[in-house]
């Protein structure tokens, strides 16, 4: 059975970079197409973006600019990197498993972490 | 971009049924999906491909998708269905979530 853990700093100031790590058990990650979905407190889910092992990836055009998805097979994690945070970029990451392809279900998600951005 | 709807809060009493929609343009030419998700949780997949349920989900969620609307379905609703629901749809390789609806069971 799948399993995903989100593990990063909890706290990021505003104009830096926020990174987590999301890592994979139960399951080879080079796969399925792997996700980072985010939840500002008390609002609903946003997409952020998706990759594949290839190198395949695609973001939410909101934030294409600043962010980048990679994957490393060599330690079945993936990351989320999002470049000069504000505010508004508080929220729980989620990473999830997108299950069937390119408009697959999402099947599986993590547990989530509150990412605060804060001086 | 794309955009689905829903409404933002449903009631249903215990036992009855509870409708959710989601709308968005043709929406029924592409597959939808639902997603549960109890305080403090996270998201569990409850429909997928419009209609088929994943193993775990009670048989009373269903789902249907035709036109512009996709509609979420609880039969018998129980106390532990009260969540948030959200439909999903893929658009262009691109994952559109709607913005939610508040299911609470009077």
């Known amino acids: 059975q799948v399993q995903l853990q989100e593990s990063g700093p909890g706290l990021v100031k505003p104009a830096e970079t926020l990174s987590l790590t999301c890592t994979v058990s139960?399951?080879?990650?080079?796969?399925?197409?792997w996700s980072w979905i985010r939840q500002p407190p008390g609002k609903g889910l946003e997409w952020v973006g998706y990759?594949?092992?290839?190198?395949?990836?695609n973001y939410n055009p909101s934030l294409q600019s600043r962010v980048a998805i990679s994957i490393d097979t060599s330690k079945n994690q993936y990351s989320l990197k999002l470049t000069s945070v504000i505010a508004a970029d508080t929220a729980i990451y989620y990473c999830?498993?997108?299950?069937?392809?390119?408009?697959?279900?999402?099947?599986?998600w993590g547990q989530g972490t509150l990412v605060t951005v804060s001086s | 971009s794309y955009e689905l709807t829903q409404p933002p809060s449903v009631s249903v009493s215990p036992g009855q049924t509870a409708s959710i929609t989601c709308s968005g343009d043709k929406l029924g030419g592409k597959s939808a999906y639902w997603y549960q998700q109890r305080a403090g949780q996270s998201p569990v997949l409850a429909i997928y491909q419009d209609n088929k349920r994943p193993s775990g989900i009670p048989e009373r969620f269903s789902g249907s998708n035709s036109g512009n609307t996709a509609t979420l379905t609880i039969s018998g609703t129980q106390a532990m269905d009260e969540a948030d629901y959200y439909c999903q749809a893929w658009d262009n390789s691109l994952v559109v979530f709607g913005g939610g609806t508040k299911l609470t069971v009077l």
């Open positions: 999830a498993r997108v299950y069937g392809g390119i408009s697959g279900r999402i099947d599986s």
């Open positions: 990759s594949y092992y290839r190198g395949s990836t």
């Open positions: 139960g399951v080879s990650i080079s796969s399925y197409y």
